[in-house]
C-alpha cells in the first residue's frame, strides 16, 4: 500500500492551501483516513481524519480552518487549509487504515505517505 501526497507549499499568513492523498495497492477497504503533520522538535499530532462513513475529527487547533474530505471512490482524502497561522507551519502526512488483499486472505495495514511540507510566513 502506498499513499502519494502533494499540495504544501509556502503561503503567508491568512493564506489557503489544499493537500491532497491518494492510496494505491491491493487495497480492498480503506477505513479512517487522516492528516498528521510534525513541527521541528514537536512530536508528530492528528490533524484531522475522516471515516468511511464522512464522521470527521479535528484538532483543537485547527477547528474552523481545516475542511478534510474523502472520496472513497478514488480512495483520496484532501484538507482544504485556510486562514493559515506561522503555527500551522509542519511538515504534513496522510494517513490511512486499510484492509488489503493478500494470498488467500485479507489484512489490516495502517499506511503513511511521505510528508509535504507546509510553511506559513508571518
Known amino acids: 500500500v502506498q499513499l502519494q501526497a502533494s499540495g504544501g507549499g509556502l503561503v503567508q499568513a491568512g493564506g489557503s492551501l489544499n493537500l491532497s492523498c491518494a492510496a494505491f495497492g491491493r487495497i480492498f477497504i480503506v477505513n479512517t483516513m487522516g492528516w498528521y503533520r510534525q513541527a521541528p522538535g514537536k512530536q508528530r499530532e492528528l490533524v484531522a481524519s475522516?471515516?468511511?462513513?464522512?464522521?470527521?475529527n479535528y484538532a483543537d487547533s485547527v477547528k474552523g480552518r481545516f475542511t478534510i474530505t474523502r472520496d472513497n471512490a478514488k480512495k483520496t482524502v484532501k484538507l482544504q487549509m485556510n486562514s493559515l497561522k506561522p503555527e500551522d507551519t509542519a511538515v504534513y502526512y496522510c494517513?490511512?487504515?486499510?484492509?488489503?488483499?493478500?494470498?488467500?486472505?485479507?489484512?489490516?495495514?495502517?499506511?503513511w505517505g511521505q510528508g509535504t511540507q507546509v510553511t506559513v510566513s508571518s
Open positions: 475522516i471515516t468511511s462513513g464522512y464522521d470527521t
Open positions: 494517513n490511512a487504515d486499510v484492509i488489503v488483499t493478500v494470498p488467500g486472505s485479507f489484512d489490516g495495514r495502517t499506511a
